[in-house]
């Protein structure tokens, strides 16, 4: 049985980035509304959003503890809640609701470190309960008809992946990027990650869905381009994948004259395939015999499990926020599924825990393999 489900918002105040993000592509399908939330640390900032979103005064929470616990005595609490506040105060927030017993949907990186994650997961699974951790570019229907294609064999084995994430907003000495630089330039709101944590984390993830390779082994090298920054702004990263193959991947905030610039390049035995995020509507295709296709959504050729997705028909747009939309779709999917008994794992289309500490574990590898100068450092899981 599909109903509207309720859900609350930890973050995303009047001033926020990827709050009002997630509440425009949750909006897109109308499948859940927002009724609880604790936007903002500054009281007035906090309730002018729960005003502005019509949230009635007693579901505006002074703080995300008070809300995890209230929300979890009420009869008619929340069926989930989003986290996406600054990185490292999710750890805190999302133990607080999962022991609350409510559904999560977190932003990325899911945690500061790995350990932290690998205790949300084990916590998460313990009190069998659903969370999300929105790596938005894998809810891309062309990322999925990647994904898709490479398990059907259609590139062969992977050999090699070029991949890279460029931006230019804080290419410079007074670029602090406003709110949104300012706490991820910063060691006690970031961690010990700016650049790859923020974006680096993107690649692997992007990489890592659409391939299914897992890593072996890094060698980074962790760039602080600007004066006066604490943390890196510029990295390049050789990978080993556990299949042998190699990859170069490469975050940037001081790329000038790129935004969100994520493309990857993954070459098979049998060819290639390429899908640029700012294009996100199509992707080439090329095969051994020089045969070169541009794929479009919102064609035949992208099979129903993908297809099911859409929204508009060929040559509408659809983009990014779509793409967060599709992830919701699912994980919302599966929350009815568990109100009506009818849950199974395989239903899961939407990335998990998992994937935040392997997220965890890349950033960690690479800091450690920076700091040694630039040496080959092992994941381990
Ligand atoms: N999936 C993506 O593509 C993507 C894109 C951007 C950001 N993010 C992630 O989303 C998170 C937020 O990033 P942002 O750019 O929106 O940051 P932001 O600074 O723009 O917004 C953070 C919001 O959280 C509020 N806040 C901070 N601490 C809080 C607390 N303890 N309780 C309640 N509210 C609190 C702030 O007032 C602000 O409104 C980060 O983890 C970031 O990595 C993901």
């Known amino acids: 049985m599909t109903r509207v489900l309720n859900y609350g918002m930890v973050g995303g105040g009047p001033d926020g980035f990827i709050g009002n993000a997630h509440r425009q592509a949750i909006n897109i399908d109308g499948k859940a509304k927002i009724v609880a939330g604790c936007f903002s640390r500054t009281e007035e900032k906090n309730e002018a959003m729960a005003n502005q979103l019509g949230i009635s005064s007693n579901r505006c929470y002074k703080d995300a503890f008070e809300m995890a616990e209230a ?13 996406v506040t600054p990185n490292h105060s999710h750890y805190e927030i999302c133990k607080a609701f999962l022991e609350a017993g409510i559904n999560i949907s977190c932003d990325k990186p899911l945690t500061v470190t790995s350990q932290q994650s690998k205790q949300l997961d084990a916590l998460a699974k313990e009190k069998n309960i659903l969370f999300m951790v929105t790596y938005t570019y894998g809810g891309h ?3 999925k008809h990647i994904k898709n294609i490479i398990k059907q064999g259609e590139i062969g084995e992977i050999r090699t992946v070029m991949a890279e994430y460029p ?4 290419a410079n000495e007074n670029d602090d990027g406003g709110k949104q630089g300012s706490w991820r330039c910063d060691p006690s709101q970031s961690g010990r990650t700016n650049c790859l944590g923020d974006i680096g984390t993107h690649i692997e993830n992007t990489v890592a869905n659409m391939t299914g390779l897992k890593i072996k082994r890094v060698l980074a090298k962790m760039d602080t381009v600007v004066p006066g920054r604490k943390l890196d702004d510029n990295n390049t990263v050789l990978v080993e994948y556990e299949n042998g193959g190699s990859g170069v991947y490469w975050c940037s905030q001081i790329a000038i004259g790129h935004d969100n610039g994520l493309r990857v390049r993954i070459y098979g035995s049998k060819g290639t395939v390429q899908w640029f995020q700012e ?21 035949g050729v992208i099979g129903e499990s993908v297809a099911k997705y859409q929204r508009l028909p060929s040559g509408h ?8 939309a599709n992830l919701y779709l699912s ?12 849950f199974t794992e395989d239903m899961i289309d939407y990335p998990t825990p998992e994937q935040g500490i392997e997220g965890l574990l890349f950033v960690e590898a690479c800091l450690e393999s920076n700091e040694k100068g630039n040496v080959w450092v092992e994941i381990n899981n």
């Open 71 to 83: 929300e979890s005595k009420r009869e008619d609490k929340i069926d989930y809640v989003v986290i």
């Open 141 to 143: 229907i062309t990322a």
């Open 167 to 170: 931006q230019g907003w804080l």
């Open 279 to 299: 294009t996100c509507e199509k992707l080439t295709l090329i095969k051994e015999d020089g045969t070169i296709t541009e794929v479009h959504r919102g064609h």
């Open 317 to 324: 747009t659809e983009g990014w926020l779509e793409a967060m």
């Open 331 to 342: 994980f919302m999917e599966c929350i009815n599924a568990k109100k009506d008994n009818t």
